[in-house]
Nanobody
Framework: QVQLVESGGGLVQAGGSLTLSCAAS??????MDWYRQAPGKQRELVAT???????NVVDFAMGRFTISRDNAKNMLYLQMNKLKPEDTAVYYC???????????WGQGTQVTVTS
């Protein structure tokens, strides 16, 4: 049974930092991603990392957020620095397999940034 369990969310002041973790189990994954969804908005991609470690971070997170993974531990991370109130959202871990072509979601972790 595949499970993705996020942790590390919380309340932080603007300018602060948080590190999110995603513990994956049930199988190994190809690409892994972080998404976020703010109230009243659509879920949006934050960052992606391939199994080989190639990363892609979207514009609003560039220079502030770092995605990483530990394949041996089946873990995904998101280091978030210089947080802004507009980063407030539920952050979701997403993992993909190519064979078969499947996507899996975690339950999300709340990040709240106060001004």
């Amino acid at each position: 049974q595949v499970q993705l369990v996020e942790s590390g969310g919380g309340l932080v002041q603007a300018g602060g930092s948080l590190t999110l973790s995603c513990a994956a189990s049930g199988r190994t994954f190809d690409d892994m991603d972080w998404y976020r969804q703010a109230p009243g908005k659509q879920r949006e991609l934050v960052a992606t990392i391939t199994r080989g470690g190639t990363t892609n971070v979207v514009d609003f997170a560039m220079g502030r957020f770092t995605i990483s993974r530990d394949n041996a531990k089946n873990m995904l991370y998101l280091q978030m620095n210089k947080l802004k109130p507009e980063d407030t959202a539920v952050y979701y871990c997403h993992a993909e397999t190519m064979v078969p072509l499947m996507g899996y979601w975690g339950q999300g972790t709340q990040v709240t940034v106060t001004s």
